[in-house]
């Protein structure tokens, strides 16, 4: 017997997608109308007000022009892109659903792939065409208004098309990968609920599932510290993960050209998949539950896992004691037996995917097991002094006052480096930060065998090794030892730490130009302008006593003197972030962390320095010649105007 | 021609088709009768692509169905519940089959409009059962297919319809050579117009011969005797079924005419007639003499 397979008739895939357009013509009518409100009518509207007003400037048509497309383009994606997106899908692809329509269209001579590319095009197209043309529409009427078109992106600068072009290609990429993503599953199951029943578990579960594992993990695994999972991952699960993406780079940036590409690679993977599986799939699986059992195996894991994790999470509150492991497993198994209800649409057969639960129970409480044992020895690991650049210690109960620095583009948000804490870079204070850690291991191991699920790390080993690579272990307080606190103040007071962590070692003179002298209280008194030698003595005074071990923690009450560092001709920035100085041996330049351009301007936040005259002598007597010489006057002290 | 070869279809535990082997010649009308669930249109389905064997073949003119276009081109199924897009009238329905099958014949559509009364521009969905099954053949048969497959094809149509459809599909076996394979559980209606008849059952078939073969083989007889001769005074006749009420004698036998009537004439009967069966009796006969427990076959 000979098996032939031949090339489609020409026109079919002209025809499948003609007769899906006219399929879902009514529905891309009222898409259309609700775009047209929302971009070219609005943006009219609110253009011809602002024209209006008596001197209009075309900068601000600009600017509510920029604003107003850019936030349309945010809005619209999870309103009518998303919503028709599952609209047109559903019209073109529930003939899958269908024995009767399954029945037509499969005895008809259109190779399945044809039948699948015209109706995902023809959704598309009729979500793409009328998106495009009337954003197309919207920037000519801000032009006619005479909104200022530009490129690129510049506060004050006119409409920035390029930016919004970016977002557009991108919410128009996005909508492709989810539309893919919709079809796979209808192409997976037979009914239209179970599709949306499971497009929503995927959508929702994977994210979740990421967040919940690597919460858990967190608080199993003593010394594993890193539970932020990068947002990236996130985003690679599905094209819905993107609102939030977009949002968190909400500015009038474009959006990143690397996530654009993996929304259109996205796509491509849900496509093929989608075409594979459609050339595999029965026509007689219409109107069964699943076309083929792998995505009822994925779901049903994802929803048993995360269900298990979150009533886990959600005892381990409410009742600290109980084994959250057990409560996991529980909520996993009440979990799996819904999902198989619902897929099942009833009792029956219930527990013939027992076993599979069974399976992944069983993994789970070996994973438990690994952690709860150290992993390998990865809790216990710990460098040698001669392999560490530098170490930072974390202690997030620890003390204020310590140097935060940024560095803050023109065009872009602030870029924050990290804040230390405990930073230490000479091998004799590394090796007493290695014998800190040490005596938490040691404290872990006097615990037995297995080590207890905990709460959140609350301490953090950070070693930058000569190799370039980072080692972090990070323990909860429960797992500390009694001496722990105590061998922390002591790293805390070394002076190569103070040095590296308190703020007035990362300013000279010139990064500020006044002081204000204050109580909690009176803060009305105005700031004074102090001479470049005055300023000098005041650092180097100030400096002084933090290496004598003065803390300002230590001194805060109502009645304190307060003294802060302002740079009040600080046009850009507030009067309180100082321009930071770097000395060139600065530990920073080796931590990975430290990549800022050279040139790039270096910020702090300036604290304010609690003082008196026991803790911080020599400040204290440098204010007072100050004051002696009439260049500054002091608080009243204990004045409380209240 | 449609050449069936061990073909085997299962939907979970339940076998639909059961290693099935037979043919269905080119040019001709074939019916296939079966009780419910007896696989007469899983067949269909499986001949016209929708499905795909598990095991066997069904080859449409030497070429399997299943995802091949140039062979599905030239066959048309109509399914015993016709489906048709929600908005869809007979004109888009119409356009669709014009831009997918090849043998599209405009005029041909044309002509068979005028002959069946329907308004092209009203959504299909909004006729009655047996519009929308007349709309389903006016686009059939405008595709000019070569094979035409129609499941449960007389169910809703008015005595006119069904005449017309008949002499409609007559004429193209007859004037274009077409093969027509028609699943019904009206033996009446097949009895008019097939050339072959296969019987489902169970998934299996039970047999399938040509109809003249099946109704001019195979007589009733009705004799009284008296007396009464023995049981295997009747071991002559190649006997289908026997049942006697008394003196009278009644039974089904294969054979002509003449060699039954030679056969009766001598057992002296007193009186003696030879009656033609209708299809649905040769069925019945058939199927007790396979066995089978005929309530529960035939609907």
Not at chain 1, 440 to 458: E, F, Y
Not at chain 1, 529 to 554: I, K, N, V
Not at chain 2, 134 to 149: F, K, N, S, Y
Not at chain 2, 178 to 190: D, F, G, K, Q
Request: proline share 5%; hydrophobic share 45%; with cysteine.
């Amino acid at each position: 017997m000979t098996s032939t397979t031949f090339s489609p008739k020409a026109g079919g895939f002209c025809q499948v997608f003609r007769s899906s357009f006219r399929q879902i013509r009514g529905v891309a009518l009222l898409y259309t109308a609700l775009l047209t409100v929302t971009f070219p009518l609005l943006l009219a509207l609110s253009l011809a007000q602002v024209s209006a007003a008596p001197y209009s400037l075309i900068e601000e048509r600009s600017r509510r022009a920029m604003e107003y497309l850019n936030g349309a383009l945010y809005f619209t994606l999870p309103a009518f892109l998303w919503t028709f997106t599952i609209v047109f899908a559903v019209s073109l692809f529930h003939y899958l659903q269908n024995k009767r329509s399954v029945d037509l269209y499969h005895a008809l001579p259109i190779r399945r792939e044809t039948m699948l590319l015209g109706r995902v095009c023809a959704a598309f197209a009729s979500l793409a065409v009328p998106f495009v043309v009337l954003f197309l529409l919207s920037l000519a009427i801000a032009a006619l208004f005479g909104v200022q078109m530009q490129w690129t992106y510049a506060p004050e600068a006119g409409c920035a098309v390029g930016p919004l072009f970016s977002k557009l290609l991108f919410s128009l990429l996005n909508t492709l990968a989810f539309l893919c993503l919709v079809v796979f599953f209808l192409v997976c199951c037979g009914t239209v609920f179970d599709a949306a029943v499971s497009a929503i578990a995927f959508c929702g579960g994977l994210p979740l599932l990421l967040l919940l594992c690597s919460e858990y993990v967190h608080i199993a695994l003593a010394g594993f510290g890193s539970h932020n999972i990068p947002l990236i991952v996130y985003e690679l699960t599905n094209p819905l993960v993107a609102i939030p993406v977009m949002f968190q780079t909400g500015t009038m940036e474009g959006t990143s050209p690397a996530l654009t590409v993996w929304m259109l690679i996205y796509a491509a993977i849900c496509l093929a998949l989608s075409l594979f599986l459609y050339r595999k799939r029965r026509s007689e699986a219409a109107e069964n539950a699943f076309a083929f059992p792998l995505p009822r195996i994925i779901i049903r894991f994802l929803v048993s896992a995360c269900s298990g994790l979150l009533l886990g999470f959600l005892v381990k509150s409410l009742a600290p004691g109980f084994p959250m492991p057990i409560s996991v497993l529980i909520g996993a198994f009440l979990a799996h037996l819904a999902v198989e209800m619902v897929y099942n649409r009833g009792v029956r057969g219930l527990w013939k995917a027992t076993p599979a639960y069974g399976v992944c129970a069983a993994l789970f409480l070996v994973f438990t097991l690994i952690c709860a044992t150290g992993a390998f020895g990865y809790t216990y690991r710990i460098p040698a002094v001669d392999d560490v650049q530098a170490v930072e210690v974390t202690d997030v109960v620890g003390h204020n006052h310590k140097v935060s620095l940024f560095t803050q583009s023109d065009l872009g948000p602030n870029t924050y480096l990290s804040s230390y804490e405990i930073l230490l870079g000479e091998p004799e204070n590394v090796e007493d930060a290695i014998a800190l850690h040490q005596s938490v291991l040691d404290s872990l191991r006097a615990r037995g065998p297995l080590l207890p699920v905990t709460n959140d790390a609350d301490v953090s080993f950070r070693y930058i090794l000569k190799d370039g690579s980072v080692m972090t272990r990070s323990f909860s307080y429960s797992l500390v030892p009694e001496s722990f606190y105590d061998e922390t103040e002591a790293l805390n007071t070394l002076e190569e730490n103070v040095r590296n962590t308190i703020d007035c070692f990362y300013i000279s003179a010139d990064s500020f130009n006044s002081i204000f002298l204050h109580t909690y209280y009176d803060d009305t008194m105005d700031a004074v302008p102090l001479d470049e030698a005055d300023r000098a003595d005041l650092l180097q005074a100030l400096q002084t006593d933090y290496l004598a071990g003065a803390d300002s923690d230590t001194v805060w009450d109502d009645s304190s003197v307060i003294l802060d560092l302002l740079n009040v001709s600080n046009l850009q920035y507030s009067s309180y972030q100082l321009r930071a100085t770097l000395p060139e041996d600065s530990i920073l330049f080796s931590l990975p962390e430290y990549d800022v351009p050279e040139g790039e301007p270096l910020f702090l936040n300036a604290d304010s320095y609690a003082l008196d005259a026991q803790t911080f002598p020599n400040t204290w007597a440098c204010l007072k010649e100050l004051e002696a010489e009439g260049k500054i006057s002091f608080p009243e002290e204990g004045t409380n105007i209240g | 021609m449609i050449e069936v070869n061990h073909l085997t279809k299962r939907f979970g535990s339940v076998t639909a088709l059961d290693d099935i082997s037979f043919q269905v010649e080119s040019g001709s009308i074939f019916g296939l009768v079966g009780s419910n669930g007896a696989g007469k249109s899983t067949f269909l389905r499986t001949a016209s692509g929708v499905y795909k064997p598990d095991m066997g073949w069904v080859a449409i003119d030497g070429f399997k169905p299943f995802e091949n276009t140039a062979v599905k081109g030239k066959v048309c199924f109509i399914s015993d519940y016709p489906y048709f897009p929600r908005t869809a009238t007979i004109e888009d329905m119409a356009d669709l089959f014009s831009h997918t099958y090849p043998g599209w014949d405009k005029d041909l559509f044309q002509k068979l409009c005028a002959c069946f009364p329907l308004d092209r521009k009203q959504r299909v969905n909004n006729m009655s059962k047996g519009m929308q099954r007349q709309a389903a053949i006016l686009c059939a048969l405008g595709a000019r297919p070569t094979h035409l497959l129609l499941d449960e094809i007389f169910d809703g149509l008015d005595p006119v319809m069904r005449q017309l459809l008949k002499r409609i599909l007559s004429g193209e076996v007859s004037e274009r050579g077409m093969t027509i394979v028609i699943a019904s559980h009206n033996l009446r209606e097949l009895e008019d117009i097939c050339d072959h008849v296969g019987l489902f059952h169970r998934g299996g078939v039970v047999f399938d011969r040509d109809l003249d073969d099946l109704k001019l083989g195979i007589r009733r007889v009705q004799a009284v005797f008296r007396p009464l001769p023995e049981r295997s005074a009747f071991d002559c006749f190649d006997l289908v079924t026997l049942r006697t009420q008394g003196s009278l004698v009644d039974f089904v036998a294969r054979g002509t005419q003449e060699e039954i009537l030679a056969k009766l004439e001598t057992l002296h009967p007193i009186f003696s007639e030879i009656l033609p069966l209708t299809l649905e009796e040769v069925f019945i006969s058939e199927m007790e003499a396979a066995g089978y427990d005929i309530d529960n076959i035939l609907s």
